[in-house]
């Protein structure tokens, strides 16, 4: 079995920092990729930040502002958010594909439950 287990979110003023943790658990062969999306209601999910393998990949909204860090060998990303700004409120989930256990012929697709992120004065 295996879970993305979120940490972090919150609520913060503009201009704040937040930082968000994805740590994928369980029975895991290999992770091909781990992301960021964000929604609001009403609107579609986006993706905010990717990492393959070191390769990383923002959304040109958060670029400059947002930066995703790794920590392979505990299956670890964290995206660090700076100035936090109106715009960036949102229900941000991790998101995964990965082989399981062992004997895994293709990835699957894992989602962390979401974080709220709230920007307010």
């Known amino acids: 079995q295996v879970q993305l287990v979120e940490s972090g979110g919150g609520s913060v003023q503009p201009g704040g920092s937040l930082s968000l943790t994805c740590a994928a658990i369980?029975?895991?062969?290999?992770?091909?990729?781990m992301a960021w999306f964000r929604q609001v209601p009403g609107k579609e999910r986006e993706l905010v930040a990717r990492?393959?393998?070191?390769?990383?990949n923002y959304a040109d909204t958060v670029k400059g502002r947002f930066t995703l860090s790794t920590v392979n060998a505990k299956n670890t990303v964290t995206l660090q958010m700076n100035s936090l700004s109106p715009e960036d409120p949102a229900v941000y989930s991790c998101?995964?594909?990965?082989?399981?256990?062992?004997?895994?012929?293709?990835?699957?697709?894992?989602w962390g439950q979401g974080t709220q992120v709230t920007v307010s004065s």
């Open positions: 369980g029975s895991i062969f290999r992770i091909v990729d």
């Open positions: 990492v393959i393998s070191t390769s990383r």
């Open positions: 998101n995964s594909h990965l082989f399981s256990g062992t004997g895994c012929t293709s990835a699957n697709e894992y």
